[in-house]
């Protein structure tokens, strides 16, 4: 299973920032496709004197209120200076917070450079956040994950197993019975942090879900609304095992196993399909069992801890029997 690399052009994280941040794109339309590659936002104050070396190319750059007050400070040569300096580096993009006046070199080397130029009323702060944020999601690495994601009880469950066993049909019932669809047959997985992975439905799959003998089913229009979900983190597996697999399974569930999916463990739990098993019931169980887990309740070892009580009290009372 291999991470599968992403990119995000300016272009792009312009739409997907313009209305949050009110973003007006002033010059550098020619540059919309250049492809970003690092999450990193940076503030290049010392570019701005000639130390070149602390800027990184292809990254976003944030002018703030520091940086525009050195700009104004300087006398016309030593602003084209100070301008020149900035855009002899390959930058993604720039962006003048806190609603600054843009001053007129900085137009004209972001026409000249190909550079988007960005202007908002925002603060840098809040500007570096938010567009962090979007590229992080955008650039996080990814696999694609063969089965039915859900959010059953509001926790994100893949349901997994060999084809035919029944993974959309356990799907339909579930959503029948409450719980929401993200996305069936193909699942694209998120590292979006060191320890969060997150599901998403692919775009041309979103709402619909495939089931043998009824063929493609749009689950928005027959359930509602609140039937669906676009994305979700993933939290369990469920894998669906086949009868004659049976013995594989641990009966008392002693064995905490789990899955790495791009380097992060998310736990498995294996289900014997059997006919007459009612397995929509069996899914909410382990994922309301899971959640027990979560909070430091554990039913196997609970069950256990009460078997080595009474196998201690038995013992004792035949050492006792036995003592003169």
């Given amino acids: 299973m291999d991470a599968l690399t992403h990119h995000i052009s300016v272009a792009e994280l312009f739409r997907a920032a313009a209305e949050q941040l009110q973003l007006v794109w002033l010059a550098g339309k020619k540059g919309g496709d250049k492809r970003l590659t690092s999450d990193t936002i940076q503030k290049p ?36 200076h100070a301008v020149e300096h900035l855009f002899s580096t390959e ?29 908002s009323p925002e603060q840098s ?49 579930l959503i029948s019975r409450g719980h929401r669809l993200v996305a069936d047959d193909a699942v694209e997985v998120f590292a979006i942090s060191p320890d969060t992975l997150e599901g998403r439905c692919p775009e041309l799959l979103q709402d619909f879900m495939e ?4 063929g493609v089913l749009n689950i928005r229009r027959l359930f509602g609304e609140t039937a669906v979900k676009h994305k979700k983190n993933l939290k369990l597996i469920i894998h669906l095992t086949p009868v004659e697999r049976w013995q594989q399974v641990d009966r008392l569930d002693m064995r905490a196993e789990s ?21 929509a019931v069996l899914v909410e169980v382990a994922v309301r069992n899971h959640i027990l887990k979560l909070r430091g309740f554990n039913s196997a070892e609970e069950f256990s801890e009460r078997q080595r009580q009474a196998m201690t009290v038995e013992a004792e009372s035949a050492a006792a029997e036995a003592s003169p």
């Fill in 91 to 119: 930058l993604a993009a720039v962006v003048v917070a806190n609603g600054e006046k843009t001053p007129e070199p900085l137009l004209a080397a972001a026409e000249r450079t190909g550079t988007p130029l960005f202007a």
């Fill in 211 to 214: 089931v043998r003998g009824l």
């Fill in 45 to 80: 104050s010392l570019a701005l004197i000639g130390h070149l070396n602390f800027v990184h190319p292809n990254r976003v750059q944030v002018l703030g209120c520091a940086e525009m007050d050195y700009l104004r400070s300087l006398p016309p040569e030593g602003l084209l």
């Fill in 259 to 279: 899955l790495h999916l791009l380097g992060v463990p998310v736990p498995e739990v294996r289900i014997p399909v059997a006919v007459g098993r009612n397995l």
């Fill in 125 to 173: 702060p809040l500007l570096m956040r938010v567009l962090s944020h979007l590229m992080t999601q955008a650039l996080a690495p990814s696999t694609l994950l063969h089965g039915v994601f859900l959010e059953v009880s509001g926790l994100g469950v893949l349901i997994t197993g060999d084809p035919a066993v029944g993974k959309s049909e356990l799907a339909l019932e």
